[in-house]
Antibody, heavy 116, light 108 residues
């Protein structure tokens, strides 16, 4: 059974940093693109970033480019999102999702709150 | 950037009735369109991809149609577990993949 478990969320002040993790199991992690998608409280979904199987290709939504970095460790079956220079508008539940574009497997999400 | 617009924002339907949800793209996305269902406190669940292909395990009462800029998700006979928010998502021409704002299907 495919499982994705996010961790690392919490409360951080504007301008601060946070690193999210996603532990994957139940599939060959190194064979799949992986993605991060977020959802602000009471709002819709926003695709944030994705990363190729070997980490050689990464894509970001404009609003996080230069501030967020997606990475992975295939030996640890783990996906990461390093978030720097956080803004109030980055407050959201962050989901990790398997695959490049259309995702049939999602984690339950981790809440990031950016507030002073 | 391609904008996805869903209508209506809220759809009130009685159990057993048919629900028709619309998604419009500001420019053609061909058939690169997916539909997701999301219930409160849960992750999205993939229903449809390629505009009309049901994902694994999705009941036949869910169907998708359309191409180019106009798409429809139809739920033929609403069950109690179908009351949720539905999102369309286009996935052509990164960056980025974009979602519609959602349609809430509520009990009438």
């Amino acid at each position: 059974e495919v499982q994705l478990v996010e961790s690392g969320g919490g409360v951080v002040q504007p301008g601060g940093s946070l690193r999210l993790s996603c532990a994957a199991s139940g599939f060959t992690f190194s064979s799949y693109w992986m993605s991060w998608v977020r959802q602000a409280p009471g709002k819709g979904l926003e695709w944030v970033a994705n990363i190729k199987q070997d980490g050689s290709e990464k894509h970001y939504v404009d609003s996080v480019t230069g501030r967020f970095t997606i990475s992975r460790d295939n030996a640890k079956n783990s996906l990461y999102l390093q978030m720097n220079s956080l803004r109030v508008e980055d407050t959201a539940v962050y989901f990790c999702a398997r695959d490049y574009s259309v995702s049939s497997h999602w984690g339950q999400g981790t809440l990031v709150t950016v507030s002073s | 950037e391609i904008v996805m617009t869903q209508s209506p924002a809220t759809l009130s339907v009685s159990p057993g009735e048919r629900a028709t949800l619309s998604c419009r793209a500001s420019q053609s996305v061909s058939s690169n369109l997916a539909w997701y269902q999301q219930k409160p406190g849960q992750a999205p669940r993939l229903l449809i991809y390629g505009a009309s292909t049901r994902a694994t395990g999705i009941p036949a009462r869910f169907s998708g149609s359309g191409s180019g800029t106009e798409f429809t998700l139809t739920i033929s006979s609403l069950q109690s577990e179908d009351f949720a928010v539905y999102y369309c998502q286009r996935y052509n021409n990164w960056p980025p993949w974009t979602f519609g704002q959602g349609t809430k299907v509520e009990i009438k």
